[in-house]
């Protein structure tokens, strides 16, 4: 049984990843109560659009679910929780309840709900579920990473490490945030391709084996990255600081990450 210590109280990270993976898969429903409504496209354009009804949903749905663990979150529609307070925190939930504005927008699929275990300002347990297709990535550290499927479990292997000067590497490039910082890295390196998704499915590429590199030079907060950095680490990825190479930390008091590479 994998456990961790908090304040000398033991958490079992084994069943929080079980609550976790329940939760994701109850934000997912919400979401696509929305996401399925014949109404869509007119809630879209007022104030209580289908974007936003579907993150309060999950958010709320989320919530009640972990909160029998007894640890605080954080969470996107939550965010103002004062950093005096959560500094404190050693062990806490860090939730993107809908990841992916413009691609749930779009309609095309690729948006997904985090949920996201910090022990001591590292991610340890990264749940990354894609409502859509039903399938749920999930990690916990030191245990490898896994993608279920169709109610199956399969195991994520672990790469090879990448040299960044070797021949077509596939590069994660996003479609919205296409700016010169990655355009720059892009221009040094060799014959690359680019291949291309939403919200957190960029890390998936990563750990399913379909994509080498991905230079994250635009913004992004700590809940868009928290799980699915849980997750790319366990088959053999680092998530580290443009410019610095340290691995990204969560809970600063400024939650914006800075630019990053995973390789």
């Known amino acids: 049984m994998q456990k961790i210590s908090d304040h000398g109280i033991l958490i079992d990270i084994e069943a929080l990843l079980i609550l976790a993976i329940q939760a994701a898969e109850e934000g997912c429903r919400e979401i696509l109560k929305v996401y399925h409504s014949g109404d869509f496209k007119e809630e879209a354009k007022g104030d209580k659009s289908p974007l936003t009804l579907a993150d309060k949903n999950a958010h709320h749905k989320i919530a009640a679910i972990l909160e029998p663990a007894g640890l ?3 969470s996107e529609e939550g965010k103002d929780v004062p950093f005096e307070e959560r ?3 050693n062990h806490f939930w860090m939730v993107d309840p809908l990841d992916g504005t413009k691609e749930f927008i779009k309609r095309n699929g690729e948006f997904t709900v985090n949920i996201a275990l910090i022990d001591r300002n590292i991610p340890v347990l990264g749940v990354v579920a894609v409502p859509v297709t039903h399938e749920i990535y999930y990690s916990t550290a ?3 990473a896994f993608l279920r499927r169709n109610g199956i479990d ?3 292997p672990g790469r090879t490490k990448v040299d960044l000067q070797q021949d077509g590497l596939r590069v994660v490039a996003s479609r919205s945030h296409m700016n010169d910082e990655t355009q720059q890295f892009i221009n040094t390196l060799r014959n690359p391709s680019l291949v291309s998704a939403g919200s957190s499915l960029k890390f998936m590429l990563m750990a399913n084996g379909k994509a080498d590199v991905y230079p994250r030079y635009a913004p ?3 809940w868009d990255t928290a799980a699915a950095h849980a997750i790319v680490k366990e088959t053999g990825y680092e998530v580290t600081e443009y410019g610095k190479g340290t691995p990204l930390v969560y809970n600063k ?3 914006l990450n800075p630019y990053f590479l995973v390789s």
Request: aromatic share 6%; hydrophobic share 35%; no cysteine.
């Open 253 to 255: 008091e400024n939650l």
């Open 87 to 89: 500094r404190t925190w």
């Open 220 to 222: 992004t907060m700590e």
């Open 154 to 156: 399969h195991k994520l």
């Open 72 to 74: 605080p979150l954080l």
């Open 142 to 144: 030191g245990q490898g």
